[in-house]
């Protein structure tokens, strides 16, 4: 069983920074894109951003220029690095591996990570 340890979530004042990590327990094979996903009460989980193995990134708008996502390969190691944070980025963000479709499991998701933004 494949776990996907996350750790960098806290509180902070708006305007501060905040790095969270991602780190599957073993490789996994067939990705197709490693992101971070945010979720409020209430809410679905929405696609904060997304890396794919050529390191081609994608965001969500309402954090574009915010936020950074990378991956060190050596470390297995996927980083959302998340700058400028505003009241309305308070949520818990999730770190999913999406796997191609043919794959069982499809997808390894973290426990989830709190972040809140606050004066």
């Known amino acids: 069983q494949i776990q996907i340890a996350e750790s960098g979530g806290g509180s902070v004042q708006p305007g501060e920074s905040l790095r969270l990590s991602c780190t599957p327990s073993?490789?996994?094979?067939?990705?197709?894109?490693i992101g971070w996903y945010r979720q409020t009460p209430g809410e679905e989980r929405d696609l904060v951003a997304t890396?794919?193995?050529?390191?081609?990134?994608n965001y969500a708008d309402s954090v574009k220029g915010r936020f950074t996502i990378s991956r060190d390969w050596r470390k297995r190691t996927t980083y959302l690095q998340m700058d400028n944070l505003k009241p309305e980025d308070t949520a818990v963000y999730y770190c999913?591996?999406?796997?191609?479709?043919?794959?069982?499991?499809?997808?390894?998701w973290g426990q989830g990570t709190q972040v809140i933004v606050s004066e």
């Open positions: 073993r490789p996994i094979t067939d990705i197709v894109t």
């Open positions: 890396i794919t193995l050529a390191d081609s990134t």
């Open positions: 999913g591996v999406k796997r191609a479709g043919w794959t069982v499991p499809n997808a390894y």
